[in-house]
T-cell receptor, first 112, second 114 residues
Framework: SQQGEEDPQALSIQEGENATMNCSYK?????LQWYRQNSGRGLVHLIL?????REKHSGRLRVTLDTSKKSSSLLITASRAADTASYFC????????????FGKGTTLSVSS | DAGITQSPRHKVTETGTPVTLRCHQT?????MYWYRQDPGHGLRLIHY???????DKGEVSDGYSVSRSKTEDFLLTLESATSSQTSVYFC?????????????FGPGTRLTVT
């Protein structure tokens, strides 16, 4: 069963706009990670945020975590066509043992 | 890119035949994972390993077995392939377990069972 659920399932924007994707999860976590997957490729790690952190930045990426609402958001600022990809959140819920549980992803399309 | 390769990259096989997928890493990472990715289901964990000869089941382990006799190799075997196992299979590695470590993914194996 999926722990994290991304929203929206698909997002289409123009270059230069910001893209926001959300992830909600069901049980308590220690950490939450975001990954990107370009079409036909493996996933690439973007950012890890710990449960005691509220916000984290990496370049044009901003991730927030609200453990009281069991939700996280990924903001990509000034999107580029190269940001077109699927984005997944992953959590380390207790039932996963030492593994991560991935959501179904948000497909982002950035047009120029 | 992390030194992680998968073989074969593409395979077509018939129902009922055994299939083995190989994941090879050059990073000496302790943890290795096998996932399958299907439309509408995202990424689901099949099995993972936390050391040589140490493995555990994931969410969708039925019909799959794994072996890890060396740190660098993690094999996934479909004992008797079925059409429902048509999927893209990804291997991943990490230095440690849980969500404290990022995972590095291989390029994937596209398996079609006819």
């Amino acid at each position: 069963s999926q722990q994290g659920e991304e929203d929206p399932q698909a997002l289409s924007i123009q270059e230069g706009e910001n893209a926001t994707m959300n992830c909600s999860y069901k049980t308590s976590i220690n950490n939450l990670q975001w990954y990107r997957q370009n079409s036909g490729r493996g996933l690439v790690h973007l950012i890890l945020i710990r449960s005691n952190e509220r916000e984290k930045h990496s370049g044009r990426l901003r991730v927030t975590l609200d453990t009281s609402k069991k939700s996280s958001s990924l903001l990509i600022t000034a999107s580029r066509a190269a940001d077109t990809a699927s984005y997944f959140c992953a959590t380390d819920a207790w039932q996963a043992g030492t593994a991560l549980i991935f959501g179904k992803g948000t497909t982002l399309s950035v047009s120029s | 890119d992390a030194g992680i390769t998968q073989s074969p990259r593409h395979k077509v096989t018939e129902t009922g035949t055994p299939v083995t997928l190989r994941c090879h890493q050059t990073e000496n990472h302790r943890y290795m994972y096998w996932y399958r990715q299907d439309p509408g289901h995202g990424l689901r964990l099949i099995h993972y390993s936390y050391g040589v000869k140490d493995t555990d089941k994931g969410e969708v382990s039925d019909g799959y077995s794994v072996s890890r006799s060396k740190t660098e190799d993690f094999l996934l075997t479909l004992e008797s392939a079925t059409s429902s196992q048509t999927s893209v299979y990804f291997c991943a590695i990490s230095e440690g377990g849980g969500g404290y470590y990022e995972q590095y993914f291989g390029p994937g194996t596209r398996l079609t069972v006819t």
